[in-house]
């Protein structure tokens, strides 16, 4: 019986130790489990964080470089209406000077028409005048 005693023994030892290495394997793989779930809280905020800056980092980039076109497109569009402005104000001014000049030559005219107006009522009062005379001169016999 000592045989089988010492059998039995040694199949329950072995079952034993087979059952408390589940166990123990159960619990390790519980212990990995539940500081892999530990780890990976205490790190996903970490990760998100850093590729939340990121995120931004980059937006802050593209956005920079877009509100730098636009400033430079908006600068140039401004020279290019100051440009226009110029051009018209110069096109205004010298339009302005042919206006004064063309009113000062009606005026001019308007002066000279007057001075003729004035002239032509003074020969006109002297035609019959002259009139008189050249019907004079040719009745009157002619002396050489």
Not at 23 to 40: M, T
Not at 103 to 110: A, G, S, V, Y
């Amino acid at each position: 019986m000592s045989v089988e005693l010492f059998l039995g023994i040694a199949i329950g030892a072995v079952a034993a130790f087979i059952v408390i290495q589940t166990i123990l394997a159960r619990k390790k793989d519980a212990r990995i489990s539940e500081e892999l779930e530990v780890r990976l809280t205490e790190m996903f905020p970490k990760v998100l964080q850093s590729a939340s800056e990121q995120l931004i980092s980059l937006a802050n980039e593209k956005l920079g470089a877009e509100k730098k076109e636009i400033k430079t497109d908006l600068d140039n569009k401004r020279l290019m209406i100051e440009k226009l402005i110029e051009g018209i104000q110069r096109d205004m001014n010298e339009r302005e000077r042919t206006a004064q000049s063309i009113l000062q030559q009606i005026k001019d005219h308007e002066k000279i028409t007057k001075e003729l107006s004035t002239t032509t009522d003074s020969y006109a009062k002297c035609l019959p005048i002259i009139s008189f005379v050249a019907n004079l001169e040719n009745r009157l016999p002619k002396i050489y």
